[in-house]
């Protein structure tokens, strides 16, 4: 450790491959124009490596994965800022993040939240966040574009040179409860927490963003700069929640053939499932993963690392408001890609005519496979008739949902015919 100690004492360099041996993690805070690195120990676990922006920005990125991170970075984040806290993400409810925030307004941080006004299928999340900071300093607005889309980002911003930019929602499944993949960045010093902290104020002031930021791929308008990614030469590995039906994104995922690795969730609606298929019968590797949960928005080559908020879905491209980050820095590109492979072997190969785990129990069971546009005679032909029926929406388009007596859902539009089902099991 004796190398480590004098990188310390004068700031010379970053983390060397003592500290990777001893399982110290990382964060830098800002102080005058040196960066310092702050050592904190965590049970041996190492969350990432900090590694130089460029020397023109004077910056660091640092990788922060989950399952195995938690809240921690962002606490750390928080509880450092001298003079402002501004976080948007599409939930806030996780204990330690929300006492962080609570705690730094109360020692004069001007600490401001924004998070979605409508958060698709958790209502209770609203109601659970004005009560978490109800009768604290802490400034809460909800947001949302449009009435039919989302508030999605997921960022935090400190005193307007550091940040955390990524998938994870501040919420227990991403955080402490370790039930999803996500991955996202710290960054310190350079540009993109001033810019960041920019489009922050424009969208809680409610006015027009005009922010640019070449490292920055910001939704509306981020489909151009996701195809640009998965057209890199080269494997080009993702991890997304979603896949979507957005043309432009899977002719992009088509061409590129064998060379696209796709992670998806094994629990990926009906229509992602065919369009997986479809991708795959033109060679893209496909994998579905049952746990962790893969809410991770990740693009990974040999030269780009892309961590962001943004599902494939035209909706989360066009509509929503999303932010993710391109970084070029080779160490947080190595730990970002021996992330992906780690969870791509525990996943499970899907060709064009291989059937899902779930398609395979239910196949022997009552309820049989249903392609999506379905009519409503057809699925009661093979489903039989629902136990009730309601009504919902989503982004805005009315549906009407059928519900059966073990807990599955079926999901139909105006027209009558099947846009998703929901599978209890």
Not at 270 to 284: C, F, Q, Y
Request: charged share 20%; net charge neutral; with cysteine.
């Amino acid at each position: 450790m004796k190398k480590t100690a004098k990188a310390l004492d004068y700031y010379t360099r970053f983390i060397t491959s003592s500290i990777i041996d001893s399982g110290v993690v990382t964060m830098f805070v800002q102080k005058k124009s040196k960066i310092m690195p702050r050592l904190l120990l965590a049970g041996g676990l190492l969350l990432s490596i900090p590694a130089t922006v460029s020397a023109a920005t004077s910056a660091a990125v640092s990788w922060i994965p989950e399952p195995g991170s938690a809240a921690q970075p962002w606490v750390i984040m928080i509880d450092s800022a001298k003079s402002s806290v501004y976080i948007n993400d599409y939930i806030i409810t996780d204990k330690p993040i929300v006492q962080a925030l609570v705690a730094a307004a109360k020692r004069g941080v001007n600490v401001r939240v924004i998070a979605d006004a409508h958060p698709y299928d958790d209502s209770s999340a609203v109601t659970e966040e004005r009560s978490e900071f109800a009768n604290t300093k802490v400034q809460i607005h909800f947001w949302s574009p449009s009435a039919n889309s989302f508030d999605h980002a997921k960022y935090l911003v400190a005193d307007g040179k550091s940040a955390i930019v990524g998938s994870a929602n501040a919420d227990y499944s991403a955080m402490e409860g370790g039930d999803n993949l996500e991955g996202d960045v710290a960054i310190s010093g350079g540009t993109i927490p001033d810019t960041l902290t920019k489009l922050f104020v424009a969208d809680w002031s409610h006015k027009s963003a005009t922010v640019s930021n070449a490292s920055l791929i910001i939704s509306p308008g981020a489909e151009s700069g996701i195809i640009g990614l998965l057209k890199q030469p080269g494997v080009v590995s993702v991890a997304s929640e979603e896949l979507g039906s957005e043309k432009a994104i899977l002719q992009t995922m088509q061409t590129k053939g064998k060379q696209l690795r796709l992670l998806l969730p094994d629990s990926v609606s009906s229509s992602d499932l065919n369009n997986a298929r479809a991708l795959a019968a033109h060679g893209v590797q496909v994998r579905l993963l049952k746990s962790p949960y893969v809410h991770a928005k990740v693009i990974v080559s040999a030269a780009k690392l892309f961590v962001g908020s943004e599902n494939l879905t035209t909706t989360s491209l066009t509509e929503n408001r999303e932010v993710g980050v391109v970084v070029e820095q080779k160490s947080v590109i190595r730990q970002a890609s021996a992330w992906f492979s780690t969870y791509w072997a525990k996943a499970t190969p899907l060709t064009a005519t291989s059937k899902t785990a779930t398609e395979t129990s239910t196949s022997n069971g009552s309820y049989p496979y249903l392609p999506l546009g379905l009519s409503e005679s057809e699925v009661r032909a093979r489903w039989g008739s629902p136990s009730s029926v309601s009504t919902t929406t989503y982004h805005g388009e009315p549906e009407t949902v059928w519900h059966y007596p073990n807990g599955d859902e079926c999901y139909f539009n105006t027209s009558g015919k099947l846009v998703y089902v929901h599978r209890s099991k």
